[in-house]
């Protein structure tokens, strides 16, 4: 059983930074992906970036470049670093992992694809 512990989050201004960091535990395959999503408190869950062990990584086109997503070498650890922040990403951001892909072989970005989640840290952005 994958068990995801996100943290990070925290009360921050417009313009500042934040990282989060997920550790997974339970991991047995070395090819898998990761995905943030996170949700407002009237908007449906969204994929924030999604990364494939195989070195590639897919971001949400709304983000304009500013989230980073990375995982640790020989670690199940994946990390979000997040830039110039606005009121506008304040959002429950959760951690998600699967091991299954879609017939491309890519990682999917729908949130029912992915049958493994963390509880949840919370990023709130004061303007």
């Known amino acids: 059983q994958v068990r995801l512990v996100e943290s990070g989050g925290d009360s921050v201004q417009a313009g500042d930074s934040l990282r989060l960091t997920c550790e997974a535990s339970?991991?047995?395959?070395?090819?898998?992906?990761m995905a943030w999503f996170r949700q407002g408190p009237t908007l449906e869950r969204e994929y924030v970036a999604v990364?494939?062990?195989?070195?590639?990584?897919v971001y949400a086109p709304f983000l304009g470049g500013r989230f980073t997503a990375s995982k640790e070498n020989g670690k199940n650890i994946l990390q979000l670093q997040m830039n110039n922040l606005g009121p506008e990403d304040s959002a429950m951001y959760y951690c998600?992992?699967?091991?299954?892909?879609?017939?491309?072989?890519?990682?999917?970005?729908?949130?029912?694809?992915?049958?493994?989640w963390g509880q949840g840290t919370q990023v709130t952005v004061s303007s």
């Open positions: 998600a992992f699967t091991t299954a892909r879609l017939p491309s072989q890519h990682c999917s970005r729908r949130r029912d694809d992915y049958p493994y």
């Open positions: 990364l494939d062990t195989i070195g590639t990584t």
């Open positions: 339970g991991v047995t395959r070395s090819r898998y992906c």
